[in-house]
């Protein structure tokens, strides 16, 4: 499993979270992952702006613009934390996207799909762009959104059962 990790990781900075998924708090490139616990509770609608964001367009921007850094490791747990105390306010505090305001400032049609997302989601703990974009996803408590968050036993029941 580790040269698995290790080629993958050659493939794409997050290509090994997406060979285990589950929730875990990611630094470095992508590449270095831990697994404090599964999230459960919640659920997920994402909406897909027809804007291609390229990665190397949206690194630029950051780079010219008001990047701010992400959270460290101690902000990584709190907001795990919150999660897992289903605490709205405190996701929603913690919750932050660097490539989120130089990209809006570049792509009105991206800032007017999530301000869309927003106002017909007001349910949604919180609603943000994902990585570099384009889409958009709304967190919600329970079952409101299309995905929900399984735990890693019931993601093994799936994936093994169907195998």
């Known amino acids: ?12 900075s997050d ?5 285990r998924g589950g929730t875990a708090i990611v630094s470095g490139r992508g590449e270095i992952l831990s697994y404090p616990g599964d999230v459960t509770g919640y ?6 702006p027809e804007v291609e964001v390229l990665t190397v367009l949206a690194y630029r921007l950051i780079d010219e613009g008001d990047f701010f850094p992400g959270i460290d490791e101690r902000g990584a747990e709190q907001y795990y934390k919150a999660l897992k105390a ?8 913690l919750s932050l996207n660097s490539f989120q305001n ?5 792509f009105a049609e991206i800032k007017e799909h999530y301000s869309k997302s927003s106002l017909e989601k ?3 703990v919180v609603t943000m762009m994902t990585g ?12 409101i959104g299309k995905y929900r968050f399984i735990s890693s ?3 093994n029941r799936i994936w093994y059962s169907t195998g």
Do not use: C, W, Y
């Open 1 to 12: 499993p580790e040269r698995v990790i290790e080629m993958a990781s050659m493939v794409g």
């Open 15 to 19: 290509v090994p979270f997406f060979l």
């Open 43 to 48: 659920s997920v609608d994402l909406s897909f």
């Open 86 to 93: 289903h605490d709205s306010l405190g996701i929603k505090n």
């Open 102 to 106: 130089p990209i809006f400032s570049r």
């Open 122 to 124: 007001p349910n949604a």
């Open 132 to 143: 570099s974009g384009s889409t958009i996803f709304s967190l919600f408590q329970g079952r």
């Open 153 to 155: 036993e019931e993601l």
